[in-house]
Each structure stands twice: as C-alpha cells, then as structure tokens.
C-alpha cells in the first residue's frame, strides 16, 4: 500500500540500479555515504558484495526500494546540506516531507532515479472493524466501527492510525500491509464477525465449517504497540475463540476485519472525515425495494459520529421496479454536506452527487431493456451470484452508461469539460435548486 504514495519508490524508478550501487558502494560523494549509511545492513552487505559488470540481484533491487522509502520518512535527510539547500527544522506532516525528500534525492541522484511522480489519487480501502462484544453502549446495534488503508496510514480514527509501511506485513520481502490484503479484507463479506450483521450462533457456525473471509491483524492503537507490524496473531488459538464466540473488540492487541459494508457501505464518512467538498458517490448495493438502506445508514452515522448533517435537495427521485409514479424517474439526486455547521461559518458547504441504477422501462437501451425482462430484480439482483454471463455483465455496464449520459443531459462525448461541468449537469438532471456555489479543489488531508 505505501508503494502508492504519489512520491513512493518502486523498482521501476531506478534508471540505472548498476551505477546507483556502485555509487553507493564506492561513497566518494558526501550524498552517497550519507545516503549508504541510512540503508538497512542487509543492503549494504549486498551492495558491498556487487561486482560488475552483471546486474545487481532482483533481491538487492526490492530491498532497496523498501530502504529508499524508509529514509523519505527520515528528518535527517530533509536537513541534510549533501542532498540539496537545508529545509528549516520544524514540525512537518509527514506526506510534505516524504515529497520533499524525494526530491531532494531526485536532486543529487539525477541519473540513478526517476523524477517524482505528479500527484496520484489518494486510494482509501474502506473496511470494518468488528466490536461485536464492545462495550459502548450507543453502538450495540451498529457492533463495528470504521477502520481504512491508505498509502499513508491504516487504522481507525477512533483508535488512532499507524504507517501503512509498517502496518500488517512487516516481513522478509515485504514492508506493510499489501494492496492486494487490503481490498480482499475490504470485501470479505462472509464473516462470522460482521459488523450489525453479527449474530452469536452464525459466529459459531461459521468458524466452525471456516467459512471465514476475515483477517486479524494488529490493533492500530496503544492495545496493539507490539503487534501491529504483524501479518496475523501469533499464537492464532486465542483469536479463533474470540471470533468464534463473538468477543471481538478494540481493546485486545489484535483485531476482526471484515467488510467496509459491515459498518457503512458507501465509504461515504470517511470522505467526510477527510472533509472532501465535492463527492461523487456511486451506489450500487442490493436495493430491490428502494428503501436506500445504505444511503440512510450512511447519513445517519455521519450525523452521529460527525456531527455533519447532509440534506438531499428537493425530492430523492430515484425509483425501484416494484413502485410506481407519475413522476419521471431521475437517476440521481443532489445533496448538501453542512460542513459550517461544525467548522464554522467560514467553511464552505460540500457538495454530494449521488448516482444509484434505475430501470425505469422507457428510455433504456433495447437490449437493457430486454434483460430487464428476463430478471425480476435487475439493476440489484443478489451479491450472492458470483458468476456472471456475458449478457448480465453488459447490461450492467450498459445501464451504467446510460445513466451518466442520462444525467449529462448535453451533446454527448463531453469533450474538453472537468468533473465540475458534470456536477452543474446532474444539478439540472436531479431537479435541486442548487443551493450553494460549488465547492473549490478539495485540499490534501494533512497526514
């Protein structure tokens, strides 16, 4: 996960790995000995060991872009005068200065590394920490609490975050927790632990038939200062009880991951978390009946947990197969996120674009429409079919295409335009009234 990081190393930023060593190696630059010195030993035993001309061992190639990434995080080389003119001393968060100390190094290696990434998405992997024998009492329905992975950090803001370099993988090979883990916990939705779906005998019955898509790993907070750097518990038989007799908790040096789903299935409060202003949000639970369980979930725990209160503008007129009108079916609506109301009157309004699958039966395409003949309970059949035909994929596809042209409502492509010019669009799409100017380019959080 920390390989995401917009300044990050990985193997491809060396130009040339056989120079780098050699210059590290022979240290006849005050860059190179510092840099040498801020390696692991293993490193530098097997930098000390090349020989030219063969390239350097693939090993040698990994670990140094696991050491390059730990010395981003280093005060001593945003200070040091060998890479470059010294930052003044102070406080600094810690994204500005791994961006800084890349290009610092960039600066005295030009020909050894690439130069910095632009800027990257930041990636957030929503999953569920499960408290299903918590003690607080306000959340015994709810029985989970919010828990992410960034390329940054991983953990709960309840608990607190550790860097997502040492977090849940620190092992030979491997620095933190990998990408790959993180999303499969994200979607690990058959659990014995899951979240308000929780109950005490399926625990039981699932753990013993292992039927178990979970994962336990360090608890993020002071319970977990020993155990957080590793991949699962050691010794396991203490965790398997507690997931099998439901007794997950936050107070233990482990912790039960599970689904995001299993505490809020849209993701939606942790992109208010890190105030963003502008959301676009994608809603494609199971919702046959309309009752937008998800979206009410969401809503309500931002208002619980947040304090932020979020109002749909006008009527939320997005309908299910089930329930007829004689009002035409939108396939979006449009919200306000009531930053103010918590951050004060100078903090603009955020701005919530919410998309959800309608079939309304006039206006899809013949073959949408077709399928849609064919199954009941399309666009929200069950999560439970795992196994897709080509008809299915693509009508669900289609139907995705067709709503945002839907609510483009313009000459389609849309060419030369930015994600501003779509939010104005689906104000005119949703009916609102577009209340509140929209939002500037949210900020980077500072982590």
């Excluded at 090349?50 to 190639?61: F, I, V």
Aim: with cysteine; charged share 20%.
């Amino acid at each position: 996960m920390h390989e995401l990081r917009a300044a990050a190393f990985t193997t491809a930023d060396f130009v040339d790995l056989g120079r780098l060593v050699m210059r590290l190696q022979k240290a006849e630059d005050r860059a190179a000995a510092q840099l040498f010195a801020m390696l692991s030993a293993e490193t530098r035993r097997e930098i000390a060991a090349y020989r030219p001309p063969g390239m350097p061992q693939r090993s040698l190639r990994e670990r140094l872009a696991d050491d390059l990434n730990a010395t981003l995080e280093n005060p001593a080389l945003t200070a040091d005068p060998a890479f470059g003119e010294p930052v003044p001393a102070g406080p600094m968060p810690g994204a500005a200065r791994v961006r800084i100390n890349r290009a610092r190094l960039h600066a005295a290696f030009p020909g050894e590394f690439e130069p910095p990434t632009p800027r990257k998405p930041l990636h957030v992997v929503n999953i569920a920490l499960n408290l299903v024998s918590g003690h607080n009492l306000a959340w015994q329905q709810r029985k989970a609490e919010t828990f992410t992975v960034t390329g940054w950090h991983a953990g709960s803001y309840h608990l607190g975050y550790r860097n997502s370099r040492r977090y849940g993988g620190h092992r030979p090979g491997q620095q933190g927790i990998s990408l790959g883990t993180a999303v499969a916990i994200s979607g690990a939705a058959a659990s014995p632990n899951m979240g308000y779906h929780s109950s005490p005998l399926l625990a039981f019955l699932m753990t013993f038939f292992n039927a178990r898509l979970g994962w336990w790993l360090g608890n993020p907070g002071v319970s977990g200062a020993r155990t957080f750097t590793k991949p699962f518990p050691m010794p396991s038989i203490q965790p398997i009880v507690e997931e099998a007799f439901a007794l997950t908790d936050d107070t233990r040096p482990y912790v039960y991951l599970s689904d995001g789903g299993h505490f809020e299935n849209l993701g939606l409060l942790e992109m208010i978390l890190r105030r963003c202003h502008l959301i676009i949000l994608s809603d494609a639970g199971c919702d046959p009946t309309g009752t937008f369980e998800d979206l009410g979930n969401a809503i309500r725990k931002v208002r619980t947990d947040l304090g932020i209160p979020i109002t749909i503008e006008r009527e939320l007129a997005i309908y299910s197969r089930d329930k007829s009108t004689d009002v035409a079916g939108r396939y979006c609506a449009i919200a306000t996120i009531d930053y103010p109301s918590v951050d004060g009157p100078g903090a603009p309004q955020g701005r919530l674009v919410y998309l959800k699958p309608a079939v309304y039966g006039r206006r899809e395409p013949t073959d949408v429409f077709n399928y849609a003949q064919q199954s009941p309970t399309f666009p929200h059949e069950s999560t439970a079919d795992q196994f897709f035909t080509e008809s299915q994929f693509e009508s669900y596809r289609m139907l995705g295409f067709h709503t945002i042209r839907e609510v483009w409502t313009g000459p389609w492509p849309p060419d030369g335009t930015d994600v501003h010019e779509f939010v104005r669009r689906a104000v005119v799409s949703a009916g609102a009234d577009g209340r509140g100017e929209l939002a500037p380019q949210p900020v980077a959080p500072p982590h």
